[in-house]
RNA sequence: GAGCCGUUAGCUCAGUAGGUAGAGCAGCUGCCUUUUAAGCAGCGGGUCGUAGGUUCGAUCCCUACACGGCUCACCA
């Protein structure tokens, strides 16, 4: 806290005014006066003398003599304020003189306009709402370190406008993407946060317990086990917005928690999710930012369809110019990763090592929305295998800007099938691998009554944010980033 | 988990080839009744991230640790 802002706090006190007002009824945001009156004639609002209250952060204070500026900060923007003493009364003057920035206030008065043609109100009362005993940002540089904003985002709000509009357009997107399945005759649902098994997706889980009932329970790492049952229960066509939770490393593209919409079609298959999701993206983008021409990273990215639909090897024939007959088969393909410099384990198969050829190579040089498709079953344990390969499945995934933006497949409705790869897992697991999945035995039973040929998708949520708001890393366009707790702060 | 970089006033940043620190904004005191980075004059403010070490002396050099950023690994 700050000792001269306890001071003032004290001579309010003693003036007997409350520095924490109980309600201040404002019917107009300074937006909505604005619009009405911004282009008012100067006279004819000194005649007309239309009253308002209204009430804000205090952002500046101008102050001359017997008279003041004040500039104030409400969800909508700024208004000012003209405070002249004689206009209010003593008392509410020295409730003035002990204001500072960061305070809130509430004002009543007259619309005018100054000598510049600034809509501003005339006050004829003055209360401090809220009193603030901490100092803001700066008011030129505002707030840069990089620590402070994503501790104290309520700081960074304040005084970064640039922050505030990154979460209104969040909120927009999301709300747009609902409405999107919406239309589209979709039921949002809710799924199981906290699951005994933590399956449909590869990844280390968070463990917890539940006392009363004495066993482990997962933060989920996905819903998608959830959301088939419902597919089997007859939802046909589900969508769920959602937390999730993994247990990996953090970085400006990875959040241990991170929100992600799935959604589930019966009677769909990938290639008509591939469209609906070319659809979704330009939809949002249109109707969010109003337009489908974006800028991310210093590359212009158009979300204009259709968005090209390359296979695995196709991708890497065009963009790391290896022939595709050199990944025909697992020889020749460990040849290439190792002719490459890649990386693999002795485990791997072929599936998983053209894979990882793909991701070294190609992925950070999709820039332009690109479907990748045909993912090899080995490294997609719960995707349909196609009709005349079977050791590829009907999977894509998408990738924009260098990052996989959302992933998708016919889903594997042959319980027989899902539960020998599940077995493998278990193996996987066993021998070691943490990220392998569980047998989840009540997901086969479901599967045994019986899943029609459906599609399903996720897609990232904040990755999607980061492409719409230019935003390079993951903590900026997440309210209130993983951060390792601070040992200790200023009082 | 590894490497590199950073941490100085409320904020944004300088700085000291080792002699306990500065600027602007914010704050305080004056003057100023239409300013908007208001202006003018003056004043106060810092265990220089934490703990050790080297040294007559450390904010500066060394070591460890903490937190953060970036890159890599893991992954979406």
Same mark, same amino acid.
């Given at each position: ?122 006050? $004829?009362? !003055? ?26 985002? !309520? ?34 649902? +809710?799924?199981?946060?906290? /699951? ?29 086990? !959830? ?34 919409? +799935?959604?589930?079609?019966? !009677? ?69 990763? /190792? ?6 384990? $002795? ?15 190609? $992925? ?46 016919? +889903? ?12 493998? /897992? ?21 599967? +045994? ?36 707790? $601070? ?5």
């Amino acid at each position: 806290m700050e000792k001269h802002r306890v001071q003032k706090l004290e001579q309010l006190k003693s003036y007997g005014v409350t520095p924490y007002v109980n309600t201040f009824k404002i019917p107009f945001s300074s937006k909505e006066i604005k619009e009405k009156y911004s282009d008012s004639d100067k006279n004819e609002l000194l005649n007309a003398k239309y009253r308002f209250s209204i009430a804000g952060r205090v952002m500046s204070i101008r102050e001359f003599g017997k008279a003041a500026f004040i500039t104030i900060k409400d969800r909508t923007g700024d208004f000012q304020v003209y405070l002249k003493k004689g206009e209010i009364s003593e008392e509410e003057y020295k409730v003035f003189k002990a204001t500072d920035t960061g305070d809130f206030i509430g004002t009543s008065g007259f619309l005018f306009k100054t000598k510049t043609g600034e809509l501003t109100l005339f006050a $004829e009362s !003055y209360k401090i709402l809220t009193k603030s005993l901490r100092d803001l940002p700066e008011k030129w540089h505002g707030l840069k370190d990089v620590e402070k904003r994503y501790r104290q985002r !309520y700081t960074d709000l304040i005084v970064n406008e640039h922050v505030k509009d990154i979460f209104v357009t969040r909120s927009a997107v999301i709300k747009r993407i609902r409405e999107f399945f919406n239309k589209r005759d979709f039921l949002e649902v +809710e799924t199981p946060m906290m /699951q005994p098994i933590a399956g449909g997706a590869t990844a280390k889980p968070f463990v917890t317990h539940h006392n009363a009932l004495d066993m482990k329970l997962y933060l989920r790492i996905a819903p998608e086990l !959830y959301l088939k049952r419902l597919v089997i229960g007859g939802l046909e066509k589900v969508y769920e917005i959602n937390r999730n939770f993994r247990n990996e490393g953090v970085s400006t593209r990875h959040n241990p928690e991170f929100t992600m919409i +799935e959604w589930y079609m019966a !009677y769909a298959d990938y290639h008509d999710m591939m469209s609906l999701t070319e659809e979704l993206i330009n939809d949002v983008s249109a109707n969010v930012l109003g337009k489908t021409t974006i800028e991310y990273n210093n590359e212009t990215i158009s979300l204009k369809r259709p968005w090209p639909r390359l296979t695995l090897e196709e991708a890497i024939e065009k963009y790391a110019h290896i022939d595709r007959k050199k990944l025909s088969d697992f020889e020749s393909a460990k040849q290439t990763a /190792q002719e490459n410099s890649i990386k693999i384990d $002795e485990s791997w198969g072929k599936g998983k090592i053209v894979l990882e050829i793909f991701e070294e190579l190609v $992925e950070e040089k999709l820039i332009q929305p690109t479907f990748i498709i045909d993912y090899p079953k080995e490294v997609s344990p719960l995707s349909k295998s196609k009709a005349d390969d079977p050791e590829t499945t009907e999977r894509f995934e998408l990738f924009i800007a260098g990052f996989e933006m959302a992933n998708g497949f016919n +889903e594997l409705n042959d319980p027989i099938d899902q539960k020998e790869r599940f077995e493998k /897992q278990v193996l996987a697991k066993d021998a070691g691998d943490e990220e392998a999945h569980l047998m989840d035995k009540d997901f086969l039973r479901a599967l +045994e009554y019986g899943l029609p040929p459906t599609a399903g998708e996720g897609l990232g949520i904040d990755r999607l944010i980061m492409l719409l708001t230019n935003s390079k890393s993951i903590r900026e366009v997440i309210l209130f980033p993983h951060m390792r707790p $601070e040992d200790d702060y200023d009082e």
